[in-house]
C-alpha cells in the first residue's frame, strides 16, 4: 500500500504541475493556477499520514516507511526548487516571457550553485531522518527497526556523496575552454546571478 501511494503521490505531482502552469499560462488564470500548485505539498502530507497509520495498526517497519521517509524529505527539499524551474520555463515558452537563465558552468560560480545544491540535499536527508528516527522510537523494538535504521545510513551516505562531488567543484573549479568567448562570458554572467535559485516537487 505504501509504495502504491508513494508512486500515485508521484504521479499527482506532476499532474498537479502540468494542470497548475496550464491553468496559469494557457488559460490566463495565474491564481488559480498557483491554487492548484499549492496544493502539491499536500500530497506529502497525506503519505506522511498514511504511513503513520500503518505503523499505528501494527505493521512491521520495513523498507516502505523508511522509502516513504526518505520521499518525503526529498520531495520537502527539491520539490519548490523543481516548481520554480519549471515555471519559468513555462512562462518563457507559454507567455512569452524571458529566458530562464542557465545554471552557472564555470568557476566559482558553479562552485557556488553546486554546494547550494548540496544544502538541498543536507536538509533532505535531515528531514529524512528525523522522520525514521521517530519511527524508531515510536516503535521502541531495536529488532523491529533495523531496516528504518539502515534508510537513515542511507540518506547519510547520499549527504556525503554529494558532498564529495560538490568539493570537487571548490577544488577544482572548472573553466571553460581556451578561446571560447561565448563559455567565458557565460562563466561572467553565472558569477553575477544565480539562475537556477530564482525550480518550483513529487
Known amino acids: ?5 508513494i508512486v500515485v503521490c508521484e504521479v499527482g505531482f506532476w499532474v498537479l504541475l502540468a494542470a497548475g502552469l496550464g491553468l496559469r499560462y494557457l488559460a490566463k488564470m495565474p491564481r488559480t ?21 500503518d505503523l499505528r495498526a501494527g505493521a512491521d517497519p520495513d523498507w516502505k516507511h523508511g522509502l516513504a521517509a526518505v520521499y518525503i524529505g526529498y ?11 519549471l515555471d519559468g520555463h513555462a512562462r518563457h515558452r507559454l ?3 524571458p529566458p530562464p537563465v542557465k545554471p552557472p558552468r564555470f568557476g566559482a560560480a558553479r562552485a557556488r550553485h553546486e554546494v547550494k545544491l548540496w ?9 529524512a531522518a528525523a522522520l525514521l528516527q521517530i519511527g524508531v522510537r515510536y516503535v521502541d523494538d531495536p529488532e523491529r527497526t533495523a531496516s528504518l ?11 556525503l556523496i554529494h558532498g564529495l ?18 563559455n567565458v562570458s557565460e562563466a561572467v554572467a ?9 525550480r518550483a516537487g513529487r
Open 95 to 97: 507567455a512569452g516571457g
Open 33 to 53: 493556477g498557483a491554487a492548484v500548485l499549492l496544493c502539491e505539498p499536500l500530497l506529502e502530507v497525506v503519505l506522511l499520514v498514511v504511513t503513520v497509520l
Open 165 to 182: 562531488i560538490a568539493l570537487s567543484y571548490v577544488l577544482w573549479p572548472k573553466k571553460p575552454k581556451g578561446g571560447d568567448e561565448a
Open 1 to 5: 500500500m505504501i509504495v502504491t501511494l
Open 190 to 198: 553565472g558569477a553575477a546571478v544565480h539562475p537556477v535559485e530564482d
Open 119 to 127: 544544502l538541498r540535499t543536507v536538509a533532505g536527508a535531515g528531514l
Open 149 to 159: 535504521t539502515s534508510w537513515q545510513g542511507f540518506a547519510g551516505r547520499a549527504v
Open 75 to 85: 520531495t520537502a527539499a527539491f520539490g519548490h526548487y523543481t516548481v520554480r524551474w
